[in-house]
Nanobody
Framework: HVQLVESGGGSVQAGSSVTLSCVHSGDNYSRLCMAWFRQSPGKEREERAAMYTGGGTPWYADSVKGRFTISQDKAKNTLYLQINSLKPEDTAMYYC???????????????WGQGTQVTVS
């Protein structure tokens, strides 16, 4: 079982940057497809970025390319999401998700964190 714990959210000013963290534990051996989703009030949860912990090119939703960067620190079992040039429309709950698989579009994520709120004003 994989546990995911997000952190790094908060109230931030438009135009600034924020880095979200997701520490994963419970399975130090498997390679994971990990992703960041966000859910804005009244909207569905949307996948914004994903990467395979075994390497390869990360995937980004078109709407966030150039502003979002997903990365990992394998030694710390931590996934990151850096968001630059924050906009009010980036206000959302950000969730980390994972599954024991290589990444592909439409993959089902088995494990989810509780989320971290980012509010941009």
């Amino acid at each position: 079982h994989v546990q995911l714990v997000e952190s790094g959210g908060g109230s931030v000013q438009a135009g600034s940057s924020v880095t979200l963290s997701c520490v994963h534990s419970g399975d130090n051996y498997s390679r994971l497809c990990m992703a960041w989703f966000r859910q804005s009030p009244g909207k569905e949860r949307e996948e914004r970025a994903a990467m395979y912990t075994g390497g390869g090119t990360p995937w980004y939703a078109d709407s966030v390319k150039g502003r979002f960067t997903i990365s990992q620190d394998k030694a710390k079992n931590t996934l990151y999401l850096q968001i630059n040039s924050l906009k009010p429309e980036d206000t959302a709950m950000y969730y980390c998700a994972a599954v024991r698989s290589e990444c592909y579009r439409g993959i089902y994520y088995q494990y989810w964190g509780q989320g971290t709120q980012v509010t941009v004003s």
